[in-house]
């Protein structure tokens, strides 16, 4: 008995050793030189982004064989072209969650605006397992010629999907402490959406969705600008929602028929890396989102 319960012991130590071998911490920081036209908030979204693409990139490496993004970029009057090299498709790593809150660093040179970020985040190499789905936010039309990062009041939300596997998918959207779940829809009671293998679909749309009770939503704010981010996580395997409640707040959108469940930002992220621990296979794509009042 003595034996079997050391070596079950041994066998659970080991187990915690693999799934702790699955995630990584790493630490990044990138210095953004913003265009002209764009916004502080949007330039501190772009650095952020940047920095936690460079630090997959320096932890876990790259696929050499991916073509460069080429950014056009107009700074004081002049155009210029750079290329910032990595894309969510190039580097060997996945982001998981911010382990801290992002440090900026708000500076101008020579009129150009300059944000400097660092960050401390979670992360996971892949090694071409996730599934490469195709996740478009669109504004006010179902087609994906409606694709769209800036809403204004009254704007409507629709999200385009495709994978050419069949799987499970959760919508959130996060703004500031809180994720508000938009996919599963209220009314499944059994947490979970599935989608077809090579099936396109436009999600909060009643015309497009076939689902019963489905939720439709216009993006409303009362600030000058708010951002938010999507959040699309797909996988082959199975797997539920957060456990969340009823909205009583006002969010970044509004439904038909009511708000959408909530949860604090903090439980999603464990919930979202629980779950990345898990499944190999699972993968998030991030869209930032701006709402104009």
């Known amino acids: 008995m003595r034996r079997i319960l050391l070596f079950t012991l041994g066998l659970f130590c080991c187990l915690d050793m693999i799934q702790a ?6 630490k990044a920081e990138y210095t953004y030189l913003a265009p002209e036209n764009v916004t502080l908030e949007q330039a501190k979204q772009t650095a952020l982004q940047r920095a936690r693409l460079q630090g997959l990139a ?3 490496g790259t696929n050499m064989n ?13 155009s210029s072209a750079s290329v910032f090299q990595l894309t969510n498709s190039t580097v060997k790593g996945e982001w998981i969650r911010d382990l801290d809150e992002p440090e900026y660093d708000i500076d101008y040179e020579d009129g150009s605006l300059v944000v400097s970020v660092k960050v401390k985040f979670e992360a996971r190499e ?8 195709e996740a478009k936010v669109l504004r006010n039309g179902t ?3 409606f694709e769209a990062n800036e809403f204004k009041n009254g704007d409507g939300l629709f999200l385009s999907f ?3 596997k069949t799987g499970y998918l959760a919508v959130y959207l996060v703004e500031g402490d809180m994720a508000y779940c938009l996919l599963p829809y209220r009314n499944q009671t059994d947490g979970i959406r599935q989608v077809k293998a090579n099936k396109r679909y436009v999600f909060f749309s009643r015309y497009e969705d ?16 708010e951002n938010n981010v999507i959040y699309t996580i797909f996988s082959p395997n199975e797997f539920s929602k957060a456990v969340d409640t009823q909205s009583n707040r006002q969010a970044g959108l509004e439904g038909t028929d009511g708000l959408p469940r909530e949860l604090s930002f903090e439980k999603f992220q464990k919930w979202l890396s ?3 621990g898990q499944d190999e296979k699972m993968g998030i794509k991030t869209i930032p989102i701006t709402i104009r009042k």
Do not use: C, W
């Open 126 to 133: 892949t090694k071409s397992a996730s599934i490469d789905f």
């Open 21 to 26: 071998a699955k995630t990584k911490t790493i």
């Open 274 to 276: 629980k779950l990345m």
């Open 66 to 78: 991916q073509i460069g993004t080429t950014i056009r970029e107009n700074v004081n009057g002049e």
């Open 210 to 225: 076939k689902e019963a009770h489905v939720d439709e939503y216009v993006m409303t704010t009362d600030k000058p600008i």
């Open 162 to 164: 495709q994978t050419p």
């Open 58 to 60: 320096d932890e876990f």
């Open 143 to 145: 087609d994906n010629k």
